[in-house]
């Protein structure tokens, strides 16, 4: 059966600058190129989530500009629901801007635009069998999303942040990166979900009850762009464990994704078919 997730999240156009190095503090780098990509990690895990195999539906907003049709192409092409996308006539859509460096490592600053503005009061009736959640929106929109949610719920902590703990508590499922493991405290480990903890290259691993139930090494690739791969693990996994895969399988699954998320430029360019991920699994 395929599983029928709903993402209230981010929608951002990308502007991604490659360069050999990223700047220090106070520091110009020249001579890089500069390309635009659709992006947000809302945007990011709906359409990976959709790629992997699920029926999506976006819950988000975006401005009336032009930015707003570049960043919704992708999520359109393929077959994204977006009829929960508002256009917002006050607010820019959202840009990201991105700097990438030889080794596909990256730094990003996020002008947040109609994404600022996205309210409890506009959220739609959530009836899927999942919704996922990041926080790039405000966190009481996000808390609101939680609340009404009926089926599963998978929260990605980023960019790092604070939810209240009625909506921590409610989740099945907690994706952080160190940083924001770090930030959330030792009680993120006494939350009754699932919590992921991805490593980057040194993979990722899952827990319950605080006790380490899996990890997964990703599969060796040439890495060229990381910018991509946290919300392909996201998606991956969420999607996984919404078609009752064990853990250990989600978890190989998610690192799979993510690791061929970073073999191509761009957010949303690189985000892998579920074909593509199968296969190298073997």
């Known amino acids: 059966m395929t599983p029928r997730l709903a993402v209230v999240g981010s929608i951002n156009l990308d502007l991604v600058a490659t360069a050999a190095t990223l700047p220090a503090p106070g520091e110009t780098v020249v001579g890089a190129t500069l390309a635009q990509h659709p992006g947000g990690k809302g945007a990011n895990q709906a359409l990976a989530a959709r790629r992997l195999g699920a029926e999506v539906r976006l819950i988000g907003r975006v401005g009336a500009d032009a930015h707003a049709d570049a960043a919704l192409a992708l999520l359109r092409a393929d077959g994204v629901d977006l009829a929960g996308v508002a256009v917002d006539p006050a607010h820019p ?10 080794k596909g490592e990256n730094l990003i600053v996020v002008a947040s635009g109609a994404n600022a503005a996205v309210t409890p009061a506009s959220l739609p009736d959530l009836g899927e069998d999942g919704l996922l959640c990041q926080l790039e929106l405000p966190a009481e929109t996000v808390a609101a999303a939680v609340a009404r949610a009926r089926g599963f719920v998978a929260l990605n902590l980023a960019p790092a942040g604070i939810l209240p703990e009625p909506a921590l508590r409610r989740a099945d499922l907690i994706v ?3 940083g ?7 009680g993120l480990h006494m939350l009754p979900g699932l919590v992921a903890v991805t490593l980057g290259a040194r993979g990722a691993r899952l827990f319950r009850d ?12 040439t890495a060229i762009d990381a910018t991509g791969a946290g919300d392909a693990f996201v998606g991956a996994l ?9 853990p250990a399988a989600a978890l190989g699954f998610a690192c799979a994704a993510g690791a061929l998320a970073c073999t191509v430029a761009g957010a949303q360019p690189s985000l892998p078919r579920r074909a593509t991920v199968d296969a190298l699994l073997g």
């Open 93 to 102: 859509t959202g840009v990201a801007l991105i700097a990438v460096d030889a």
């Open 176 to 178: 952080v990166n160190e």
């Open 180 to 186: 924001e493991a770090a930030a959330v405290g030792p």
């Open 210 to 221: 605080g006790d380490l139930i899996a990890e997964a090494l990703p599969p060796p690739v």
């Open 238 to 246: 969420t999607v996984a464990l919404l078609e009752g895969r064990l």
